[in-house]
């Protein structure tokens, strides 16, 4: 067996079963789970219905690069998003999902017999296939702390010399999960800098970027290269998905875009590992990609749930509306003392409420003389239900953080 399988760690949703086992939630009170990540809003019935429409393309092997008119799906909503004029033929590529996107990304970039040892840099608090994707490729993992003063962006700068000079991929989120912070163009600025300088390629994980609460969208890697005078995008690959954009998270569609060269190397390698997306999938992903109507009244559900919930817990955890996405990203009261993890089991043992403790988002680690792990004290909700549900799991949060304020029961 592959020994690097013994270095993954459990997956949050895993940690979160055990957390949990011997509690029986207070029977008074429905189960309402803010822990888990997936879309809970309505598919639109045009993507099924394209869906449903091409099951003859079944018969036939698809292409792993992706027919004419899908790759010009992702062009044409590219133009559309961000004014950015990319060749379909070169720049992009579908992938089944984001997910298995960024994992596979990591095997085509990392050349793991580099010495010394290759690393992988993520964010801290972070997605944990990114950590997955590192490991498995043979790198060593490289965590960069967020900074909740500057918003939970990533200190770049905490990070030595000589593990830029080791660096050959570095993750990026954003819109961020869990914290929803978007990344500003001087901050694209500073990490192409350093990409040019050490020449790793930067996979922007932008699969939150039309669940917004600004008036201004989210800028993407992509746009930000054009921007900034790298009309190429060189070293740079983004990737999104239709799972949150679209509330399509079963049908696994989404592609990536970016620097040619390594869209040729990810094509090389996606072709022997098997992962072109059925050509059933590609029709309801061409009509999914096509239209803006849905992803407006999806970001207007969010918007209204969001200002319905957020004031109600404001007074009672250390949380604020995020740029973005569609996670909150909550300090738990000081009565807790930082412990994330007995915070979420005592929420569902009285009130049957589910959240996700932030540590299990994040990994302990040193910096200089500060040592800690950067999503302690922190819990995650995703708000995908309805908003009534949402509210409803807010009343409870509100109730169980005043009745344990005085000493925990």
Wanted: hydrophobic content about 45%.
């Amino acid at each position: 067996m592959n020994p690097l399988l013994s270095r993954l760690q459990p997956y949050p949703f895993e940690r979160l079963k055990q957390l949990f086992a011997g509690v029986t939630p207070n029977p008074e009170f429905s189960a309402i789970s803010l822990g888990i990540g997936e879309p809970k809003h309505a598919t639109p019935g045009f993507i099924k219905d394209a869906l449903s429409a091409s099951l003859g393309a079944l018969a036939a092997y698809p292409a792993t690069a992706g027919d004419v008119a899908l790759r010009t799906a992702f062009t044409d909503w590219l133009k559309t998003r961000y004014s950015l004029a990319l060749d379909p033929a070169t720049q992009v590529l579908p992938v089944n999902g984001s997910r298995e996107a960024l994992f596979s990304l990591a095997q085509t970039v990392v050349d793991p017999t580099a010495s010394p040892q290759p690393v992988v840099m993520s964010p801290n608090p972070f997605y944990q296939i990114y950590e997955g994707a590192a490991l498995l490729s043979g790198a060593e993992p490289y965590y960069v702390a967020s900074v909740p003063a500057r918003n939970f962006a990533v200190d770049w700068d905490s990070v030595p010399e000589d593990v830029w000079a080791r660096t050959q991929l570095v993750f990026v989120c954003s819109p961020g999960n869990p914290t929803g912070a978007v990344m500003s163009l001087d901050e694209w600025k500073k990490l192409f800098a350093l990409s040019d300088h050490h020449g790793f390629v930067i996979a922007a994980d932008e699969c939150y970027s039309e669940i917004y609460f600004r008036d201004e969208p989210p800028l993407s890697g992509l746009e930000a290269s054009v921007k900034l005078g790298r009309p190429d995008f060189r070293n740079l690959i983004a990737l999104t998905s239709l799972s949150k954009r679209s509330n399509v998270p079963g049908l696994r569609s989404g592609f990536v875009a970016g620097d040619a060269s390594i869209i040729k190397k990810f094509l090389l390698y996606r072709t022997y590992h098997g992962s072109a997306m059925s050509g059933t999938v590609a029709a309801a992903s061409i009509a999914a990609w096509g239209d803006e109507s849905h992803v407006v009244d999806n970001r207007a559900q969010y918007r209204a749930k969001f200002a319905a919930v957020t004031p109600l817990l404001e007074p009672v955890l250390d949380v604020r509306l995020p740029d973005a996405s569609f996670y909150l990203w909550a300090g738990v009261p000081e009565v807790w003392a930082g412990d994330d993890e007995a915070f979420a089991r005592a929420l569902y043992a009285q009130y049957n409420v589910t959240v996700l403790p932030g540590s299990y988002l994040a990994r302990h680690t040193t910096y200089g003389a500060h040592s800690a792990n950067p999503g302690r004290g922190r819990i995650r909700m995703a708000l995908v239900a309805g908003t009534a549900e949402c509210v409803e799991a807010a009343g409870r949060i509100v109730r169980f953080c005043n009745e344990t304020a005085d000493g925990r029961r």
